[in-house]
């Protein structure tokens, strides 16, 4: 009797490869090898840029942790009395604002009068000094006026200063020519005077002679010199006081001169009493100012 074969044996035969010893370097090696070679740069990643990238973030956490935990808390007594406002007995009273207030006007009215008077003063000035020279000065005049109260003296100056008057070295480098012909004038012969008189004036007419400087008496020649001495120092008031003493003939001779010499006086005597009055104010509003 045959045995029969095992069930095994009876099996389709397998591939011979299959029977082939494997590989020990498989795909799963590689691929856990290559796993492991990027975890160990990761971690060296890591380890090199992670403090730089990480140094900022627990100043934030932190910044960030006391509003996120602090608690709500109720308002205390405290801060209710501060937010109070102060109680009335702390504030200023009512009085003391107003004389504050009244202080701080006055001030600024003190002020307002100071510049004003210095205005005043610095125009009065300028108008001194333009009235000087032999140019009208119109303009000087109109900005003193603007700056000051009316009154007769810059009334009457105004007037004046459209028109000018000679400077004082003008009149005094006139003077000699208008003293000729009033020594001229004053040796005229009267009717009926003789005909060597009437002689003698016709021929004074052609050649002047006439004394200068000190001369004594009150004659015509004394009393023209004396004037013309008076110009020369610059004191007009007085020559005009002793032309004042000449005869008829002669007082009409220099007539022209004085004319102008006395527009002259008129705008200097105008100039320096409005100078005069614009620095009194200016100093009585300082002084009521300190």
């Given at each position: 009797m045959t045995t029969p074969p095992d069930r095994d044996e009876l099996a389709t035969p397998k591939d011979p490869a299959e029977y082939r010893p494997r590989p020990l370097l498989g795909l799963g090696f590689w691929a856990i090898l290559?796993?492991?070679?990027?975890?160990?740069?990761?971690?060296?990643?890591?380890?090199?840029?992670?403090?730089?990238?990480?140094?900022?973030?627990?100043?934030?956490?932190?910044?960030?942790?006391?509003?996120?935990?602090?608690?709500?808390?109720?308002?205390?007594?405290?801060?209710?009395?501060?937010?109070?406002?102060?109680?009335?007995?702390?504030?200023?009273?009512?009085?003391?604002?107003?004389?504050?207030?009244?202080?701080?006007?006055?001030?600024?009215?003190?002020?307002?009068?100071?510049?004003?008077?210095?205005?005043?003063?610095?125009?009065?000035?300028?108008?001194?000094?333009?009235?000087?020279?032999?140019?009208?000065?119109?303009?000087?005049?109109a900005a003193l006026r603007a700056v000051s109260a009316a009154s007769p003296d810059l009334a009457q100056l105004s007037r004046l200063a459209d028109a000018g008057a000679p400077s004082r070295a003008s009149l005094a480098a006139t003077f000699p020519d208008y003293a000729a012909r009033a020594a001229s004038a004053a040796r005229r012969p009267g009717e009926g005077a003789p005909i060597g008189?009437?002689?003698?004036?016709?021929?004074?007419?052609?050649?002047?002679?006439?004394?200068?400087?000190?001369?004594?008496?009150?004659?015509?020649?004394?009393?023209?010199?004396?004037?013309?001495?008076?110009?020369?120092?610059?004191?007009?008031?007085?020559?005009?006081?002793?032309?004042?003493?000449?005869?008829?003939?002669?007082?009409?001779?220099m007539s022209p001169w004085r004319l102008r010499a006395e527009r002259r006086a008129e705008i200097d005597r105008l100039a320096a009493a409005l100078r005069a009055h614009a620095l009194a104010d200016l100093a009585g509003a300082s002084r009521s100012g300190a």
């Amino acid at each position: 009797m045959t045995t029969p074969p095992d069930r095994d044996e009876l099996a389709t035969p397998k591939d011979p490869a299959e029977y082939r010893p494997r590989p020990l370097l498989g795909l799963g090696f590689w691929a856990i090898l290559v796993f492991g070679a990027l975890c160990v740069i990761a971690g060296m990643l890591i380890a090199v840029f992670g403090p730089k990238l990480l140094a900022h973030r627990p100043a934030a956490r932190l910044s960030e942790a006391p509003a996120a935990v602090e608690p709500l808390r109720p308002p205390t007594p405290v801060a209710a009395e501060a937010a109070a406002p102060p109680p009335a007995a702390d504030a200023a009273p009512p009085a003391e604002v107003a004389a504050l207030s009244a202080r701080v006007t006055a001030l600024e009215a003190q002020e307002g009068r100071t510049n004003h008077a210095a205005s005043a003063a610095l125009a009065a000035a300028a108008v001194v000094e333009a009235s000087q020279g032999s140019r009208p000065f119109p303009e000087e005049a109109a900005a003193l006026r603007a700056v000051s109260a009316a009154s007769p003296d810059l009334a009457q100056l105004s007037r004046l200063a459209d028109a000018g008057a000679p400077s004082r070295a003008s009149l005094a480098a006139t003077f000699p020519d208008y003293a000729a012909r009033a020594a001229s004038a004053a040796r005229r012969p009267g009717e009926g005077a003789p005909i060597g008189d009437r002689i003698v004036y016709v021929l004074s007419k052609v050649v002047m002679v006439r004394r200068v400087g000190e001369v004594a008496g009150d004659g015509p020649d004394a009393l023209i010199a004396r004037a013309e001495r008076l110009v020369e120092d610059g004191d007009f008031d007085r020559a005009m006081q002793v032309l004042d003493k000449l005869p008829p003939a002669a007082r009409d001779a220099m007539s022209p001169w004085r004319l102008r010499a006395e527009r002259r006086a008129e705008i200097d005597r105008l100039a320096a009493a409005l100078r005069a009055h614009a620095l009194a104010d200016l100093a009585g509003a300082s002084r009521s100012g300190a």
